[in-house]
Structures are given as structure tokens and as C-alpha cells.
């Protein structure tokens, strides 16, 4: 799903708002999400699932090309944890495919 998806479903569900109202909306959280995230802090959301900050270390690569080693810096990137009832809606709707090798 994708922004304007996310747009489009949520202006068909709530027929009050507009097109407008409803861009505005998403836009104003994810936002609020991107900044809280960039601040260092912890976002929880019940049911769904939280987003923080893992701390990826420095580490020492190779250059694919040269084979030249490369230091990687340090990098702050964001997580997602999703939650149990996400974790278990998401089990209970996909399918088990019966072309799983037996033990």
C-alpha cells in the first residue's frame, strides 16, 4: 500500500472528509512520526506495532569492484517491532501452502 492508497482508503471511509483533509492528515503524522523518530524517541502504537532507533556500529567493508576495504561510519536507522495482534491477524489471512517439503 502506498501514501496515496492510504489516502484514498481513508477518504472513501470517512465520506466527512476531503481529498485535502485527508493528504493533510496523513501527511501531518507520518511527520510527527519522522520527527519524534529523528529526536531519539520511541513510538508505540497499540495493536499495531512500535518504531525506534537502532544504532548500527561501524564496521569495516569491501568495495565490490576494487575489493578495496572501506570503512562503513556508524548509522542510526529506524525499526519496526510489529505487535502480537498485528503478528497474528497477518498469520490468520495468509495461506499455508501445501508445497512445503516434509520432515
Not at 492510504?6 to 470517512?14: D, G, H, I, P, T
Not at 508505540?44 to 569495516?60: C, D
Request: proline share 8%.
Amino acid at each position: 500500500m502506498t501514501r496515496s492508497d492510504l489516502v484514498n482508503k481513508l477518504a472513501e471511509r470517512f465520506g466527512q472528509l476531503t481529498q485535502r483533509d485527508t493528504e493533510f492528515a496523513v501527511k501531518t503524522i507520518l511527520d510527527a512520526m519522522s520527527d519524534a523518530l529523528a529526536r531519539g524517541h520511541r513510538i508505540e502504537i497499540r495493536g499495531f506495532g512500535s518504531f525506534s532507533i537502532n544504532r548500527r556500529p561501524p564496521r569495516l567493508g569491501r568495495n565490490p569492484r576494487s575489493g578495496e576495504k572501506v570503512t562503513i561510519p556508524e548509522k542510526l536507522v529506524p525499526h519496526f517491532k510489529p505487535g502480537k495482534a498485528l503478528r497474528e491477524s497477518v498469520d490468520e489471512s495468509l495461506p499455508v501452502s501445501d508445497d512445503t517439503p516434509a520432515s
